[in-house]
Structures are given as structure tokens and as C-alpha cells.
T-cell receptor, first 115, second 114 residues
Framework: DTEVTQTPKHLVMGMTNKKSLKCEQH?????MYWYKQKAKKPPELMFV???????INESVPSRFSPECPNSSLLNLHLHALQPEDSALYLC??????????????FGSGTRLTVV | AQSVTQLDSHVSVSEGTPVLLRCNYS??????LFWYVQHPNKGLQLLLK??????LVKGINGFEAEFKKSETSFHLTKPSAHMSDAAEYFC????????????FGAGTRLFVKA
């Protein structure tokens, strides 16, 4: 399996809602990433998990809460979001020490709209 | 400091004509360079990569790129554009210095006219 699967594909949520984005990979990768991508912009790194431990938090607001339950799963819990958080959220995976050789595998993303 | 510059925000070609998407990089160390493609509302798909082996790299869907250290460039080419090539293309640098730093170019939107 060479895919990263993200669910849901689309999500509309109110500013008081709580929702979660899910990401799953079965490539044996031990690093997983959340990226945020606004329209016509490159992806921006939010969080990195390496061997199921949070390695990088790029000063992301606390209304975004990541979770890595095991080496195959990555969640992003959302609470009290703002309209400006509307974006495409991408999950990616890689081997932690082989990124420069193999790059990343990206999921298809979740299109989030906050109303 | 590392950086990536994609020299064109938009490129428009006619179907069947060559494609050239330009990328220049700056890196203190020999980097690994990647091109990714993103179709609308999709994730990023790896097209090809340079990781210090052959300087002319072949990728999927007929794309190629040549690493030129003297020009610090990694331009993406394709001999004949197809309508399905219309997408956003990102040049990406991953420094060979450890850590999780990754530098994305701003992207180039490729339009293909019938």
C-alpha cells in the first residue's frame, strides 16, 4: 500500500463545533505531518510526529490539537475554529531519516470550510 | 540559508508544445530537490527527484529535470504538453542536514490550451 488516506474529503463546521480530521498510512513510515494550504499558496507545515512523538509544532494555535495514536494513524482535532482557518489540510508521511532520499507521500487532503 | 525560487507564477502552453517550469535554489549544502504536482483539490504527487545521483532525472508522465549545480537550477521540462498536465507544480528542497526542514517554492500554475 503506497497511499496516505485522509477522511473526510470535505468538512463544513461552525465556529463552535468540534471535529476531527483523520489520516492513515500503511507504508511503514515513522514520520507523519500535518500541512495547511491556502488557495494559490504552497503547503505550510503545522506539526510533525516522529516515532509517534510530537517533534515539531510550528506555533500553531491551540484550537488545533494533533494526536498520533499509533504509527499508522494521525488525527487533527479541531475546536472553536475561525473562518480564516478554512483551507486544504494535507497529511503526509515519510521515513524520518530518509526524507532527503525519498521525499514525502501526501494524502489527497481535507477541504475545510469554517462558517 | 536555503531558499527556492520558482521563476514563473504562471506558464501557458498549447497542447503538444514543450513545457519549461523554472526553479532556482540556494543551499549551503548539497540539497535534495523534488518536483511535485498538485491537481485542483488534490494532494501533492511526486513527479521526480534529484538526490546526488544522475543530474538528468526522469519522472512520471514524461517529465524530466536537470540539476545544474553551476546555475543552481533544477528546471522541469516535458517535450509535449497534454491537457491533463494542467496543474500547480511545486519545486521543493530538502536539505541534507537532518531535521524536518523543507522548503517549498511558491508554485507555478501550468495552463494548457487546446
Amino acid at each position: 500500500d503506497t497511499e496516505v488516506t485522509q477522511t473526510p474529503k470535505h468538512l463544513v463546521m461552525g465556529m463552535t463545533n468540534k471535529k476531527s480530521l483523520k489520516c492513515e498510512q500503511h507504508m511503514g513510515h515513522r514520520a507523519m505531518y500535518w500541512y495547511k494550504q491556502k488557495a494559490k499558496k504552497p503547503p505550510e507545515l503545522m506539526f510533525v510526529y516522529s516515532y509517534e512523538k510530537l517533534s515539531i509544532n510550528e506555533s500553531v494555535p491551540s484550537r488545533f490539537s494533533p494526536e498520533c495514536p499509533n504509527s499508522s494513524l494521525l488525527n487533527l482535532h479541531l475546536h472553536a475554529l475561525q473562518p480564516e482557518d478554512s483551507a486544504l489540510y494535507l497529511c503526509a508521511s515519510s521515513q524520518p531519516y530518509d526524507r532527503a532520499l525519498y521525499g514525502y507521500t501526501f494524502g489527497s487532503g481535507t477541504r475545510l470550510t469554517v462558517v | 540559508a536555503q531558499s527556492v525560487t520558482q521563476l514563473d507564477s504562471h506558464v501557458s502552453v498549447s497542447e503538444g508544445t514543450p513545457v519549461l517550469l523554472r526553479c532556482n535554489y540556494s543551499s549551503s549544502y548539497s540539497p535534495s530537490l523534488f518536483w511535485y504536482v498538485q491537481h485542483p483539490n488534490k494532494g501533492l504527487q511526486l513527479l521526480l527527484k534529484y538526490t546526488s545521483a544522475a543530474t538528468l532525472v526522469k519522472g512520471i508522465n514524461g517529465f524530466e529535470a536537470e540539476f545544474k549545480k553551476s546555475e543552481t537550477s533544477f528546471h522541469l521540462t516535458k517535450p509535449s504538453a497534454h491537457m491533463s498536465d494542467a496543474a500547480e507544480y511545486f519545486c521543493v528542497v530538502i536539505p541534507n542536514t537532518g531535521g524536518f526542514k523543507t522548503i517549498f517554492g511558491a508554485g507555478t500554475r501550468l495552463f494548457v490550451k487546446a
